[in-house]
C-alpha cells in the first residue's frame, strides 16, 4: 500500500508566543510535529506492519525548516518525505491543494493520514479539503483502524463517550484523534535511520495550482492574557462548600 | 442585503440554546435570516426560531433512518445543496463536537473558505475572531469568497429574542448514503441525555489530586448533582480514570462554559489552552503554589477529599 501522511511543523504547545507584529509571531521558539501528526505517522506504521510491502511517504508544506519534523517523521516509521517549500502563511484552501497536488505528482495513494487538526492554527478542516480534491471519503478523530481487502473500517469519538463507526471504500482519508494509538518515541537508532532517509523539496510555484475562489487571511493577532484576580475561599471544608454554592446560584447564576 | 444561513442542530426534536446564539450572533448585522433545519422541524421549533429573528426556516427533509441521518456526508451534502440552491452568502454553524465532523465538510463541499470555534464575527467585513496556539493568542481573520462560512464557538453569544415573521419552505435532501461511506454502527455513551462539555454551563473537572479512577467517581457524583459536564486533564486521561472523549485542553476538548471548576487540576499551560475562556472558574487544590491558583477567579485550598463530599452533600 502507498500510505501517504500529511504532517505539520508547528510551535512547541508549551512554547510562550510572542508576537513580531499585528500578523506574525515570534517563530524563535521550539517547532515540533504536531501532536495528533504523531498518532497519524504510528498508525501508518502499524498499517505498514501487517502490509509489509507498503511504503510511507510523509508529506508536509512548509519553511525549509519544516525538515525537522519530516526527520522526526520519519524516525518514526516514515520511508521518504516531500517537503512543498514555501515562506508564505498558507491557509487551508491553499493548504490542500498543494498537499493533493503534490502527492498526486508523487504516486498513487492508497490511504491519507493527517492528524485530526493542528495545534497552531487550529483550522480543523484540511483533511477534508484534501478528501474533496481526490473524491475521497474523510472521516476525522478516528480512534480505531482496521484496513482490510480494499476497505477501512473506523471508529470516530464525538465529544461524551460517542462514538461512529464507518466503512470506507479505499482510498480514504483519515484524521488521527488521540485515541487512535500510542505513539513510540523515537529510539536513538531510529533517529540516525531517519538522516540518511530521502526527502524531496519542491517548491509551492513548481506545483502550479489553481488558485481557490476564496481566502482565508490573518489580518490581526493578539495575545490572549486574561489576568484573572483570584478571591480566596477559606473556612472549614462545609463553610467552603457552601460559598461554592453561593457564588454559583448568586454571582454566576448558573444554579437554581 | 446578505443572505445567511444558519444550521440548527436540535436536541431531543428541540432548538438547542447554542443555535439560538447563533441567529442573536448573525442579526447583528441586518440579514435575511434562513435556519436550516436537517433533523426535523414542528411548529414549536418554528416559533421559536421566529422569536430570535428567522425570517425563513428551512426544512431539509433528512431521512429518519439513523444510518442515513447520522451519516455526516449525507448530513454535509444536504446542506451544501440547500446552501447553493438558497444562493447563501454567509452559513453558520456550531463548532460542537458534531459540529466539528459536519461544517468542514460543507465547507469541502462548497470549496468555501472556513473559521471554525469563532468566538465573534464582524458580518460587515466578514472577519472572524478566532483563539490560536493553544488559546495563546486571538487572531482576527478575514474570509474572502462567494460564500463565507463559520463555525461559531457553543456559548460564544447569549441569544436574545428579537421577533420576525417566519414562513416555512423545503429544500428535500438527497437522503442517498453514499457507497464508500457508509455508517455501520453508532454509539451514544452511556448516558446520551449527559450534558456535553462543548456545551455545558457548568464543568466539573478532575485531575491528579483526585488519585485514582474510584475517587474520580466523586466528580461525576458532584456534577450530576449540578447538572454539570464533567471534563478531565490529561493525567486523569493517560492514567485511564476516564476516557479521553472527557479530555478538556490543547488536545482534547475547547470548553466555553459560565463556570468552570477544578479539584486537583494543577493548571498546565495545556489544560489552560482548553478552557481559558470560561467566564468563571473555580480552583480547588491543595497546593496553594499550583499554577491554576493564580489565574483563577475564586481560590480554594483544602483538601479535595474533604471539600468535594461536602459540596455534594450540600447541593
Request: proline share 4%; hydrophobic share 45%; glycine share 6%.
Amino acid at each position: 500500500m502507498q500510505i501517504y501522511v500529511c504532517i505539520k511543523h508547528v510551535p512547541d504547545s508549551a512554547a510562550n508566543i510572542h508576537l513580531l507584529d499585528d500578523t506574525r509571531i515570534d517563530e524563535k521558539v521550539a517547532f515540533l510535529l504536531n501532536p495528533y501528526d504523531e498518532h497519524a505517522v504510528t498508525e501508518a506504521a502499524a498499517l505498514k506492519k501487517k502490509a509489509a510491502d507498503s511504503e510511507i511517504i510523509a508529506v508536509c508544506i512548509g519553511k525549509p525548516d519544516a525538515e525537522k519534523t519530516i526527520r522526526t517523521a520519519m524516525a518514526m516509521g516514515a520511508d521518504r518525505g516531500i517537503l512543498v517549500e514555501t515562506d508564505e502563511a498558507c491557509d487551508s484552501m491553499t493548504t490542500a491543494r498543494a498537499l493533493h497536488a503534490a502527492i498526486v505528482q508523487d504516486g498513487s495513494a492508497d490511504i491519507i493520514f493527517t492528524g485530526k487538526e493542528s495545534i497552531d492554527s487550529e483550522g480543523m478542516q484540511t483533511q477534508f479539503r484534501i478528501g474533496a480534491l481526490f473524491g475521497f471519503p474523510v472521516v476525522t478523530n478516528a480512534a480505531f483502524l482496521d484496513v482490510t481487502s480494499g476497505k477501512a473500517v473506523v471508529t470516530c469519538e464525538l465529544s461524551g463517550g460517542r462514538t461512529r463507526t464507518f466503512e470506507l471504500a479505499l482510498p480514504c482519508v483519515v484524521g488521527a484523534g488521540r485515541g487512535l494509538n500510542t505513539p513510540a518515541y523515537p529510539t536513538f537508532p531510529d533517529v540516525v535511520k531517519a538522516r540518511k532517509k530521502p526527502i524531496k523539496t519542491i517548491s509551492l510555484d513548481s506545483l502550479s495550482i489553481t488558485p481557490a475562489g476564496g481566502s482565508a487571511k490573518t489580518v490581526a493577532l493578539a495575545p490572549l492574557v486574561q489576568k484573572r484576580h483570584p478571591k480566596k475561599i477559606t473556612g472549614t471544608p462545609a463553610d467552603q462548600a457552601k460559598e461554592i454554592i453561593r457564588i454559583l446560584q448568586k454571582e454566576a447564576k448558573v444554579l437554581a | 442585503m446578505k443572505k445567511t444561513g444558519i444550521l440548527i442542530e436540535l436536541e431531543n426534536g428541540r432548538v438547542k440554546e447554542t443555535s439560538l446564539g447563533m441567529i442573536t450572533l448573525a442579526a447583528r448585522t441586518e440579514a435575511d435570516l434562513h435556519a436550516l433545519v436537517l433533523d426535523g422541524v414542528d411548529d414549536t421549533a418554528c416559533d421559536i426560531l421566529a422569536q430570535y429573528g428567522i425570517t425563513t426556516v428551512v426544512d431539509l427533509a433528512l431521512a429518519s433512518d439513523p444510518e442515513i441521518r447520522l451519516n455526516p456526508a449525507v448530513r454535509a451534502d444536504a446542506a451544501a445543496q440547500a446552501a447553493q440552491k438558497l444562493q447563501l452568502d454567509v452559513i453558520f454553524g456550531l463548532s460542537s463536537a458534531d459540529g466539528k465532523d459536519f461544517i468542514p465538510r460543507v465547507a469541502a463541499l462548497l470549496d468555501a473558505p472556513l473559521v471554525m470555534d469563532c468566538l465573534d464575527v464582524d458580518l460587515e467585513k466578514n472577519i472572524a475572531r478566532t483563539s490560536q496556539y493553544s488559546g495563546k493568542v486571538l487572531a482576527d481573520i478575514q474570509l474572502t469568497g462567494d460564500v463565507v462560512i463559520f463555525g461559531i464557538r457553543p456559548n460564544a453569544v447569549q441569544p436574545v429574542p428579537s421577533p420576525a415573521q417566519t414562513k416555512k419552505i423545503t429544500v428535500p435532501a438527497d437522503n442517498t448514503v453514499p457507497a464508500d461511506f457508509v455508517l455501520v454502527s453508532w454509539d451514544d455513551g452511556e448516558n446520551s441525555s449527559r450534558t456535553s462539555l462543548a456545551e455545558a454551563d457548568i464543568i466539573v473537572a478532575g485531575g491528579r489530586g483526585l488519585k485514582n479512577k474510584d475517587n474520580f467517581s466523586l466528580i461525576f457524583d458532584c456534577a450530576e448533582k449540578m447538572n454539570a459536564a464533567v471534563g478531565a486533564s490529561r493525567v486523569a486521561v493517560d492514567e485511564g480514570w476516564v476516557s479521553y472523549a472527557y479530555q478538556v485542553g490543547q488536545t482534547g476538548e475547547k470548553v466555553n462554559p459560565q463556570v468552570y471548576i477544578t479539584f486537583g487540576i494543577s493548571g498546565s499551560i495545556q489544560h489552560f489552552a482548553g478552557m481559558k475562556t470560561a467566564r468563571m472558574i473555580i480552583a480547588v487544590n491543595k497546593d496553594d503554589n499550583a499554577a491554576i491558583m493564580a489565574n483563577c477567579d475564586y481560590q480554594v485550598q483544602g483538601d479535595v477529599f474533604e471539600i468535594l463530599p461536602e459540596l455534594i452533600r450540600q447541593l
